[in-house]
């Protein structure tokens, strides 16, 4: 039995009675392969003291999500993904923050999410990942694809 699975019976443990619909994790070209996501807004009903807040800047360069906004829906703080870009120098290792078009297919990144239990308005529980922030770790290889003539670090 996996961690995740076990991680899934815990929740099947405190919501006895109603049906459970796992998480899944499919197996994708080089492995498994877990997603995780965040809403992007909730609804106010279930956070009524909940402020609103702004989209980070490069989420929403054309303003397209900030006009779905709406009395029924916010954009707080369990909506918001942080990014980052760890850099190493001479000083040490800092975390700056960052946005999610750094991102590219072979980056190296760290993820930081927890398993959490929705209800479905099937009366249903779905268990998801919730996605809390992703740290760019290393692109030296989707660099390196990106220019071909320079050498891949393991040639180097």
Same mark, same amino acid.
Not at 51 to 77: A, V, Y
Not at 87 to 97: A, E, F, I, L, V
Not at 116 to 143: E, M, P, W, Y
């Given at each position: 039995?996996?961690?995740?699975?076990?991680?899934?019976?815990?929740?099947?443990?405190?919501?006895? @009675?109603?049906?459970?619909?796992?998480?899944?994790?499919? /197996?994708? $070209?080089? !492995?498994? %392969?877990?997603?995780?996501?965040?809403? #992007?807004?909730?609804?106010?009903?279930?956070?009524?003291?909940?402020?609103?807040?702004?989209?980070?800047?490069?989420?929403?360069?054309?303003?397209?999500?900030?006009?779905?906004?709406?009395?029924?829906?916010?954009?707080?703080?369990?909506?918001?993904?942080?990014?980052?870009?760890?850099?190493?120098?001479?000083? @040490?290792?800092?975390?700056?923050?960052?946005?999610?078009? /750094?991102? $590219?297919? !072979?980056? %190296?990144?760290?993820?930081?999410?927890? #398993?959490?239990?929705?209800?479905?308005?099937?009366?249903?529980?779905?268990?998801?990942?919730?996605?809390?922030?992703?740290?760019?770790?290393?692109?030296?290889?989707?660099?390196?694809?990106?220019?071909?003539?320079?050498?891949?670090?393991?040639?180097?």
């Amino acid at each position: 039995m996996t961690r995740l699975e076990v991680a899934q019976d815990v929740f099947a443990q405190h919501f006895c @009675g109603l049906p459970i619909t796992r998480l899944t994790t499919p /197996i994708g $070209r080089t !492995g498994r %392969v877990l997603g995780a996501s965040n809403r #992007l807004f909730t609804l106010k009903v279930d956070s009524p003291t909940e402020q609103g807040t702004e989209f980070q800047p490069g989420m929403d360069p054309l303003g397209s999500l900030e006009r779905l906004k709406s009395e029924d829906l916010i954009h707080g703080p369990e909506n918001i993904v942080r990014y980052y870009k760890r850099s190493t120098d001479k000083d @040490g290792t800092s975390y700056d923050t960052s946005f999610p078009g /750094i991102f $590219r297919p !072979g980056d %190296v990144a760290e993820m930081h999410a927890s #398993l959490i239990a929705i209800q479905t308005g099937d009366k249903k529980i779905k268990v998801t990942c919730r996605l809390h922030a992703v740290t760019l770790l290393d692109n030296s290889f989707t660099k390196v694809r990106a220019h071909p003539r320079l050498k891949s670090p393991d040639t180097a």
